[in-house]
């Protein structure tokens, strides 16, 4: 069975940091591209970054650019998410996801807040 | 900047049908945007229904199906289920890797 859990989620001050972390398991990890979707409380879902398979290829959110990085271990069938320069308005629960075309598998989330 | 749009709220009966849109602010979606959806309840993950405009995903009731209705992308839920009560996502591909989620409809069964 497919399991996405993430953790490294909590309560950080703005201008922090954060590195949330997805643990994968019941499928090849190393053939799946990865991805993380938040969603504000009370607000709908917003694409974040995306991660090919091999790395090779990375993608943003405007929004997140030049703050965030994402990053995958294949040897660990684990994908990261580090946070910097964190604002209020990146808090959210964050969603791993596997898949591409849309055809995602969601994770349960991590709750980041970014609150002083 | 684009936007991508969708319905706040939809009612439908039991057993009754509704057709929910993904649209642009600007210009036409079609198959090239692998229009795709999904549903979420409350507290909840959300759930994967349609993805590249019209396949379902594993273990979707075929109810839900996905199309492109004239200049937007369109999910159809046939002989809705109290259940269906849900919000409804659909996410559009822009090009160079980036995806972009409409605001999402809240589909109230009554």
């Known amino acids: 069975e497919v399991h996405l859990v993430e953790s490294g989620g909590g309560l950080v001050k703005p201008g922090g940091s954060l590195r949330l972390s997805c643990a994968a398991s019941?499928?090849?990890?190393?053939?799946?591209?990865m991805n993380w979707v938040r969603q504000a409380p009370g607000k709908g879902l917003e694409w974040v970054s995306s991660?090919?398979?091999?790395?090779?290829?990375?993608y943003y959110a405007d929004s997140v650019r030049g703050r965030f990085t994402i990053s995958r271990d294949n040897a660990k069938n684990s994908l990261y998410l580090q946070m910097n320069r964190l604002r209020g308005d990146d808090t959210a629960v964050y969603y791993c996801?596997?898949?591409?075309?849309?055809?995602?598998?969601w994770g349960q989330g991590a709750l980041v807040t970014v609150s002083s | 900047q684009i936007v991508v749009t969708q319905e706040p709220s939809f009612s439908v009966s039991p057993g009754g049908t509704a057709t929910l849109t993904c649209g642009l602010s600007?210009?036409?979606?079609?198959?090239?945007?692998?229009p795709s959806w999904y549903q979420q309840t409350p507290g909840q993950s959300p759930r994967t229904l349609i993805y590249?405009?019209?396949v379902r995903s594993s273990g979707v009731p075929h109810r839900f199906s996905g199309s492109i209705l004239g200049n937007k992308a369109a999910l159809t839920i046939t002989g809705a289920q109290a259940d269906d009560e849900s919000d409804y996502y659909c996410?559009?591909?822009?090009?160079?890797?980036?995806?972009?989620f409409g605001g999402g409809t809240k589909v109230t069964v009554l």
């Open positions: 019941g499928f090849s990890f190393n053939y799946y591209n």
């Open positions: 590249s405009t019209n």
């Open positions: 996801a596997r898949g591409d075309n849309g055809d995602y598998y």
């Open positions: 991660i090919s398979s091999s790395s090779s290829y990375i």
């Open positions: 996410v559009l591909y822009m090009g160079s890797g980036i995806w972009v």
């Open positions: 600007s210009g036409s979606v079609s198959a090239n945007f692998y």
